[in-house]
């Protein structure tokens, strides 16, 4: 036993409406799987996925940037005080099986580029593309046309890294 | 919403059969009392209060020093996967509602020290004393004479720490 | 009075030889400005960017990952030992007045990513792409045609943040 | 080559004045020794202990706990900005060869514990007591009788950590 497998669910704190209700349905969607999602637990993309992960009776895990419980949004379950800045986004790439990002700033492109580093998948959503200097685009992210593909992918990869020795 | 109350159960990875069965006592009174536990998910007393907890139906994270998932003990129920070493403690210490040390080494004295440096409840249970320059002991920690004990002074102060605006 | 100013250099462990040649070159220029060299302590463009800065007098900080002074490479001359993994990336970006990203892979994109959510001027010498998904490219990051180029450009961007009230 | 060999110094932000004339002594013998100091950055002892290392000609590495490079105090040479909280204590304690404790409130007995964990040398100044559960006092720590004598302990200590293969 490993404990819960665990998605993590990546996007701004100012997202377009059409990225909120992305993120919310896949947040549900990963708690229909039987997975808890884990994301940095604040507003906009972490807070709809939060919302639908609640809604369809799934654990949510908010890992918070700042030393304040009440950070985190209200449907964060389990809320983990860090106090480290965004350093707090290796935490939230690391504790994942696999990571989904939808759309994002800054933050959510260092959470994929942290998520690569440890050798996590990532799912993209209609977020960053970028390519290294040689011109090889979208290295290492798996791109999703919908939420509901974006969380099929996510599991699979997840049950791909559970089942190595 | 503040997602669920947490209590800390801090302590060594090679206890005595004493405080073993201690710590698991103390988990099983936290999932009684309807909280959340939060240790550093290894072995020893972290062990045994994750063991009792989830026996009792309650909740358990584990916040992880390595780099791994496989490091945590059979029953944290939600690892967290930090990398972060020792640095990790600050997590356990400020996520906690109150947080109680069984017995423990130096690790053990660090979670007492950062949990008191972030103004969070600390009960003792056969655990560090600790005096200042000017001899005044035990600041901060109080202690417990029985698990039972421990727990009913952790929740209370929780619940103080909760309602306090 | 706030400290040396310091410019980071960022970039993998294992670059091509133009990309390590770019980096000494690099490394001399910020001693030759004055500037303190930050970087992640190790190898590649990291222990190349030192040993410039090092051969023109100036001085070096590696903030290493790992638990072991004796992982910095031999042109450190205060290594910084966090054992923080990759979170440590988001200290060289908040310790660095400006940063330069030479070549690199995924921790170096996490440097980059980091740098611009903590609002560091970012400059790029053959080096990551990035566009979001409206197909802005390269925001955030100011390209440089060569080593002197990106210098000048770290030491003026620097210089202007010191500046600012 | 390892890099300059480091003294820590840790203690609080509110020092009586005798504890100050002894961070300032400390720090200065540090520097007297060819050893650069490194400490939380701050005010009080910290600041007292740069003070007297860069009087004395020394280098002075100050880790900063916020994310601001202006919470240095005026005699940090190289601001170390971490926005980690206390969990920076790590850090100090970590990238020190040997630690003097001068003083200080609970963050000075978490950075006692910490160097302890990590197996680094701790040399005490009037400062903090432990005993653990079995009564066994002052485990870990060396106790000075006076600045001179803490700073020749430390060296001494940190030459032998030097020489072990």
């Known amino acids: 036993m ?3 497998m665990m998605i993590a669910v990546v996007g701004g704190e100012d997202p377009s409406p059409d990225a909120l209700a992305a993120a919310e349905h896949v947040g549900r969607e990963v708690a229909r799987q039987g ?3 884990i994301c940095g ?3 906009g993309v972490m807070e709809a996925a939060c919302r639908g992960a609640r809604e369809a009776g799934g654990h949510t895990i908010g890992i ?3 030393p304040d419980r009440g ?3 209200a449907y964060v379950e389990f809320p983990i005080v860090t106090n480290l800045g965004y350093a707090r986004n290796a935490v939230v790439a690391l504790s994942a099986d696999a990571l989904i990002a939808v ?3 800054y933050g959510t492109l260092s959470e994929i580029a942290l998520a690569l580093v440890y050798g996590k998948p990532v799912i993209g959503l209609a977020t960053w593309h970028i390519s290294d200097d040689a011109g090889v685009e979208d290295k ?3 791109r999703a046309g919908s939420p509901a593909e974006a969380v099929e992918l996510a599991v699979a990869a997840a049950q791909g890294g559970r089942s190595r020795p």
Chains 1, 2, 3, 4 share one sequence.
């Open 41 to 43: 637990g604040r507003g």
């Open 2 to 4: 490993m404990g819960a």
């Open 71 to 73: 950070d985190a949004n």
């Open 64 to 66: 918070l940037s700042g």
């Open 103 to 105: 759309d994002g700033s």
């Open 140 to 142: 290492g992210i798996v």
């Open 35 to 37: 997975c808890a999602l």
